[in-house]
């Protein structure tokens, strides 16, 4: 072999082994690389479930045992008759306990009992407070019973006492022992009556469910008979009352008649 031929083997040689050492060397890399990933998938399970524990662990901690999260306060909405303060009694949702904790249903509960109170809803006003928000009932006439005047509200429910009766609500007179449907058909009555006629009706004199007579001004009377059609037969007094009569009967609505 020539001398020429020798060199060229001899320069070749060196740069094989290196790049053996180097394709070695990113063998053992790569190998590296593929035992950290397996090491990692087995391992990051752990650390997110780690991760998981100490956010519910911190989230339990501030819930129930944070003072930042216990209640401060009670916030009273909506009141016109009740004072925020036979709310807050009533509801009974007691302070410096977790707000997390409180039973929002039951508090709701014990409110909507309350005579005067058509609907209540309680709810958490993070961080701190409870919010209570009550609708009063609306009363459509007065009812006189023994000694007490009571407000009736339009589902014919008594809901509160008067010392003297407020001007410009209409008087229900029941016989006595009437019973709650009779005064739920008076009620029925009172809110069916147009805006116009309203004004006019004094007293509301239920003898029983199906013999209901509105008083009016003036000495005027109306012949109700039930509740049935209560929308329809106030329509139609309004239309009547055009006429001068002492006596109007709208029991029929369709075939109303006047007299007097």
Do not use: C, N
Not at 9 to 14: L, V
Not at 131 to 145: D, S, T, Y
């Amino acid at each position: 072999m020539s001398g020429r031929g020798m060199r060229e083997r001899g320069g070749k040689a060196p740069l094989i082994e290196e790049a053996q050492q180097t394709a070695v060397r990113d063998q053992r890399k790569a190998f590296a690389r593929r035992q950290w990933r397996r090491r990692w998938r087995t391992w990051r399970y752990v650390v997110v479930v780690l991760i998981l524990a100490a956010l519910a662990g911190g989230a339990v901690w501030a819930l129930w045992f944070s003072s930042w999260l216990s209640v401060d306060g009670v916030d009273v909405v909506g009141t016109q008759e009740l004072t925020e303060q036979q709310v807050r009694r009533a509801a009974g949702v007691p302070t410096g306990g977790p707000l997390i904790d409180v039973d929002l249903d039951r508090a709701r509960a014990r409110v909507a009992a309350l005579a005067e109170v058509d609907e209540a809803d309680v709810s958490r006003q993070w961080p701190d407070q409870v919010r209570i928000e009550v609708v009063e009932r609306q009363p459509v006439a007065v009812v006189h019973i023994g000694q007490r005047t009571r407000a009736l509200d339009d589902e014919g429910v008594l809901f509160l006492d008067y010392k003297r009766a407020p001007e410009g609500l209409p008087v229900v007179v029941t016989p006595p022992g009437t019973d709650s449907d009779a005064l739920a058909e008076a009620a029925e009555v009172v809110s069916s009556l147009p805006e116009t006629v309203a004004p006019m009706v004094q007293r509301i004199e239920v003898e029983s469910v199906d013999q209901i007579t509105l008083a009016l001004d003036d000495d005027r009377s109306v012949v109700w008979g039930s509740a049935t059609d209560s929308e329809q037969k106030g329509e139609v007094l309004a239309a009547l009352l055009k006429q001068d009569a002492a006596v109007y009967d709208v029991s029929v609505p369709g075939q109303p008649t006047t007299s007097g």
